[in-house]
T-cell receptor, first 117, second 113 residues
Framework: DAGVIQSPRHEVTEMGQEVTLRCKPISGHDYLFWYRQTMMRGLELLIYFNNNVPIDDSGMPEDRFSAKMPNASFSTLKIQPSEPRDSAVYFC???????????????FGQGTRLTVV | LAKTTQPISMDSYEGQEVNITCSHNNIATNDYITWYQQFPSQGPRFIIQGYKTKVTNEVASLFIPADRKSSTLSLPRVSLSDTAVYYCLVGDSGNTGFQKLVFGTGTRLLVSP
């Protein structure tokens, strides 16, 4: 497996524009996570899905952020409208579960570096 | 949510054993302890996970005392390539068993020649 694949790797956009980040999890993993990393706040969990269903989105900073997982092999994180303070590295991760349904090792993608100017 | 506390930074030399201790006084019964490693410009990478006593894999050992209020990641014979940030996480399992991975500030390990 190629691991968790994120696209694009880098994104530069102007304030007010819509930004869509994409993620392809590892096949067979039933958990998917979106994280954001900045120098000031470190790694923050934004939202996670289990079997394509959003379970906890309490980390999503504002209504400008939304995430979807239309199927087991694809997820998007959308920011509309984007603002300079959204500049960060966004990571997607996926994880299998054990026989009790508990998530185990999380595999992270390479991240998308977003710059909003 | 169990909060973790670990040293901000540590220095070591090649070939030495490095032990990074993490405290998690509010760990819950269903919480597992997990360690991740992160290199610059990369996503975190899983190192090891444990619940109690000792766990060992090909890269590290994890020591967890009986009260589970702390844990120690042990890296044997570090090399320059082990320079990274190491995160200790305690899953916020609640009643579901799901291990919510909340990253703290991590420990920045610098290995010198």
């Amino acid at each position: 497996d190629a691991g968790v694949i994120q696209s694009p790797r880098h994104e530069v956009t102007e304030m007010g524009q819509e930004v869509t980040l994409r993620c392809k999890p590892i096949s067979g993993h039933d958990y998917l996570f979106w994280y954001r990393q900045t120098m000031m706040r470190g790694l923050e969990l934004l939202i996670y899905f289990n079997n394509n269903v959003p379970i906890d989105d309490s980390g999503m900073p504002e209504d400008r952020f939304s995430a979807k997982m239309p199927n087991a092999s694809f997820s998007t994180l959308k920011i509309q409208p984007s603002e300079p303070r959204d500049s960060a590295v966004y990571f997607c991760a996926s994880s299998p579960s054990d026989r009790d349904g508990v998530n185990t090792e999380a595999f992270f993608g390479q991240g998308t570096r977003l710059t909003v100017v | 949510l169990a909060k973790t506390t670990q040293p901000i930074s540590m220095d070591s030399y090649e070939g030495q054993e490095v032990n990074i201790t993490c405290s998690h006084n509010n760990i819950a019964t269903n919480d597992y302890i997990t360690w991740y490693q992160q290199f610059p410009s990369q996503g975190p990478r899983f190192i090891i996970q444990g619940y109690k006593t000792k766990v060992t894999n090909e890269v590290a050992s994890l020591f967890i005392p009986a009260d589970r209020k702390s844990s120690t990641l042990s890296l044997p014979r570090v090399s320059l390539s082990d320079t990274a940030v190491y995160y200790c996480l305690v899953g916020d399992s609640g009643n579901t068993g799901f291990q919510k991975l909340v990253f703290g500030t991590g420990t920045r390990l610098l290995v010198s020649p």
